[in-house]
């Protein structure tokens, strides 16, 4: 599987941060923050970007909510 940020994946659904946080009920600092792999956020607000962006990708064909929060999860998904 190609590797991802998770700022791209947020990119590729087509969101801004503070689209994200406001779908999601996260701060958009946090967010950035996490991004970057500063911050870790709750398992909890994971799956709830995951589920904004799963349900922004379902216009296209692409991976599941899964498939999504494992890409979010995976420390690799955090630029070095």
Same mark, same amino acid.
């Given at each position: ?11 590729? +659904? ?5 689209? *994200? $946080? ?5 701060? %958009?600092?946090? &967010? ?17 970007? +995951? ?5 922004? *990708? $379902? ?5 599941? %909510?899964?498939? &999504? ?12």
């Amino acid at each position: 599987m190609q590797k991802i940020t998770r700022a791209e994946l947020r990119r590729r +659904a087509g969101l801004t941060q503070v689209r *994200l $946080a406001r779908l999601t009920g996260i701060n %958009a600092t946090q &967010i950035c923050l996490w991004e970057r792999g500063d911050i870790d956020l709750l398992d909890s607000d994971v799956k709830k970007i +995951a589920r904004a962006i799963e349900s922004e *990708l $379902a216009k296209f064909p692409q991976p599941s %909510a899964a498939g &999504i929060l494992t890409m979010l999860s995976e420390p690799s998904a955090v630029p070095a």
